[in-house]
């Protein structure tokens, strides 16, 4: 296996409800391009960002990955198979290597279960036996720096904060050893101030247990604090991927650029040079013809308009989709 | 003065206790398990008020035997006055009607929590599975489902006991089974929501089969509002069983308000004391089942367990 | 009675912030509210002063009442909200002393606010237009053909285009309401404007350009400006001064530059160290331990004191009052000196703990 995962070309095509003419199949049948070709691979030990706006797709491709939905077309390559067409039966072993935590804290623990149920489910599905499994429970909320375990073991998640849900939902991924872990958004609904505990714990994770992170998010500020490539999404596909720091520094891609150039920083010496923040992101349901940045783009000429640009491999192995990328 | 020294574990470890201490008081107003429920539901006056009604019809079905002066089914008298001996009078046919209306009340109840239970039980599944199951299962069954919402209840039940028999267990049966559409309704819609939830979600992703999230997960967290729902339909039964039974339909071997109305329907302005009791018994019945719904609704709703920081 | 500011590109040479006069002066402001059995110390003395023009930041975390100093500086409390204490003063008037009816009259002519969500602002089912021109009228009492024209200025000065007066709130993208907002809260030409975490449910992009567009408006139109939000960074954009908020109290207040440089507090520098930077170096990011703690029953002393890395016995005992540092700022700490004199890479114990 040269990848602990490898995306190609992966689409994910949902069917937009509401026309009455159209849910008797009467004219053309309109369709959300939520995610529309996007091809990536996630290196063993590595912690791959998946940086983009609302809209954009990382979501839904996170979710794909996992199989939470399944693709339209495409195929997703882990262990050595493709997981996109399994059934549920299938996928109950690839599930206890993949795992995934989401973003909101308050919604992803059943507000019914104590911590340590909750903890131990994945264990339940992979037929462990009690006493191993209260073991394992309180293992893990060690490492998760839940401590002491057995006080957190009995409380229920309105008796926590934003943080500790959190690090319970991590508990809960981890308990199963997975080699790779999709992140969506997991501190952008907490505090600052105690986000940096939870990315240090994801970090320490990677490092010392060699588990590999599809990371996303819309912060560029955690993307580059957390991982060591990124891909940047627009619309359903990717418009540039390189190392982090290269990037962030040189970006390519014209909506990479018009992105570093929004963040607002506090520091003041490294206030940028103003650049122009034109347009709206455009619908994914009649994405624009050719580039779908073309309405929005500094660049744009006519060419952008018709063809796509693909996604080419520029020099230091970066890669980018636009015409005029070099 | 100088500065110090770096946060001790210890003194993160007591930060957390502290922490978790200071929650307390915010912990109880949004605490889920039965005893919260309780508290909030006793908070309430009409919800007490309705449980102590609901308490006096259960205690004098439960004690009848001990409680009611004569057998419902003796003969005495007929049409006697409300006095001594028969402090509700008696019917036409000579039965005393305290002694009926004490025994009266056990068929009311186990019209109220069967019928209800059996509603209860068949429309949870019936709404969860295909809720959750989704695509072609769930559209030709909510199509089923309408359809069946569309069948006047009271008409079909009539018709029912009508052609094949009033026995009280077969009619409490035929009630529940005709009366599980709405909750499977509102079940279903609640499923659709949580379905979507980062719990059940995080289940999947996990590993764990669909019937052992539906009955684990999904259903407890939607089940406040198809409980709700049951308390109406204990109602809602008590009042059919009633009218069934003042129709003629209702179980002869057995004793019920609804029965005594249909005895005393011709003597309502000559013995009103007959009509006037098993009145007074259903209405105490409803009106307690619908002061303890309603409160059982009020706790469930504004923000029971799911409290936001 | 100071004339109305004027609007439009030429920005009057009197809108300079240093020589302007005070406009808002808040002393020892306290406001709780009610919640089960105890109450919710949400603004717990709340000290500070704005000047004509002037834009100031308030950061804060959740739990850390920034959102209710808001509300209670416009008097729009919740319903089991009380002012317990202290002194709205604005433009001479204290707020907290009128009645309801006259608090109606000052309202959106003379400070208005940005919500955090425009859909708390903007009713989903009528046109946006109108929303506007419900407002001038209704504050203004001028004719609907009058008002309609300064909703289409309104509009212009946001960078909304003129057809889209007509449009509803949900034909509008997350940017576009809320410079609809803006507009609206722009259209009774007030002096004050609270902006409430105006650009945090938006997305990157969309975020900057907002944040332009009332970086430009407030330097045009010369307004006083309290901007609050979680994000030190987006009040750096904007605020020329910087208070941050903990546990219902202002911990610190400096000149922007003064206090990301060098900041006196120990929260403040926890809290600029924590926050990831997409340009300039990558430095190891902190965390605070322990959680936010409880407004019904907040810590003796000095209230970061249990969270704080430099607690000393002294810390749990007494408050630290505002001690003063530079260029009109204060730090509450008893060790702000001590602080200054480190440099903020003594935040850096927290490595040890975070």
Redesign the interface.
Known sequence: MDHALEVKDLRKHYPVRGSLLGSIGVGERRVVHAVDGVSFAVAHGEILGLVGESGCGKTTTGKLVTRLEAPTSGSIVFQGRDIAGLSRSQLRTVRQHLQIIFQDPYDSLDPRYTVEMTVQEPLLAQRVDAAERRRRVEETLDMVELRPARMFMSRYPHELSGGQRQRVAIARAMIVRPTFVIADEPVSMLDVSIRAGLLTLMRKWNRELGVSFLFITHDLGVARYMSTRIVVMYLGKIVETGETEAIIGRPLHPYTQMLIAAVPDPDPRNRRAEQELRGEVASAIDPPSGCRFHPRCPLAAAICADKEPALRQLRDGRLAACHFAE | ???????SDE???R??D???A??E????????GVRAFVERFLAQPFAVAGSILLGIVAATAIFAPLIAPYDPFGLYPPLGQPGQGHWLGTDPLGRDVLSMIIWGGRVSLAFAFGAAALSLAVGVVMGAVPGYVGGIVDDIFSRFLETFLVIPRLFLIILIVALLGSNIVFVIAVMGLTMWPSNAKIMRAQVLSIKK???V??????????L?IIFR?VV??GLAPVIANSTLQMAYAVLTEAGLSFLGLGDPNQVSWGQILNAGQSYVRSAPWIVISPGLAIMTLLLGLHFVGDGVTRVLNPRL????? | MKSPPVHGKAAPAAREPRSGTTLLEVRDLAMHFQVGSGWVRAVDGVSFELRRGETMGIVGESGSGKTSLGYAMLRLLPANGRILRGSIVFDGVDLVQLSEPELRRLRWTRFAMIFQNAMSALNPVFRVGDQIVDAVRHHTGVSRIAARERAADLFQLVGLSRTRLRGYPHEFSGGMKQRAMIALALSCKPDLVIADEPTTALDVVAQGQVLRQIKDLQRDLGLAMIFISHDISVVAEICRNVAVMYAGELVEYAPTEQLLTEPRHPYTMALLRSFPSVRGPLKTLLSVPGSPPDLVRPPSGCRFHPRCPFAQPICSEVSPPPIPTVDGGWARCHFTEEIRRRGSDAIDVLEKVG
Do not use: F, K, W
Request: hydrophobic share 45%; glycine share 8%.
């Open positions: 003065m100088s500065v110090p020294t770096v946060v003194a993160v470890a930060l957390d502290e922490h978790v200071a929650m008081g915010l912990r109880r107003a949004r605490a889920v939830r980062g719990y979600q995080a289940a999947i992703a996990a590993g764990v089969s669909p052992p997960h407890p967290n367990s799911l409290g936001r920081e």
